[in-house]
């Protein structure tokens, strides 16, 4: 609500970034941190908000492929991405045959 009223206030969107991080919808909060970026950059809560999105999705030291699976399974956004059966099916294809990535990433709808 406050920034539909005033899209300069950054603390709504850093407000809306903490949110969204706690609800574990992290990419709509780096979204939201992104936007208050473009309004400060070196705002030490933007900056900070960034920075925990981004490093919930970078491998942890010493972490092993199937851990970092299962870490990302816990995400809702890849929950659903998973449960689509359409997605899935190009997964599986990506999988296998590498050209296949190469095609299905002209599909701006996949990319």
Do not use: W
Request: aromatic share 4%; charged share 30%.
């Amino acid at each position: 609500m406050c920034i539909s009223l005033d899209p300069k206030f950054i603390k709504g969107y850093v407000r809306r970034g903490n949110s969204l991080v706690a609800s574990r919808k992290k990419k709509e909060a780096e979204e939201a941190f992104v936007m208050a970026a473009d309004i400060d950059p070196n705002h030490p809560e933007v900056v900070q908000g960034l920075q925990r999105c981004r490093a919930y999705y970078s491998a942890k030291p010493g972490q092993s492929r199937e851990e970092r699976a299962a870490d990302a399974m816990k995400d809702p956004e890849i929950q659903e991405i998973m449960n689509d059966p359409i997605m899935r099916t190009i997964l599986g294809q990506m999988s296998s045959d590498p050209g296949a990535a190469q095609e299905h990433m002209k599909n701006p709808a996949i990319a």
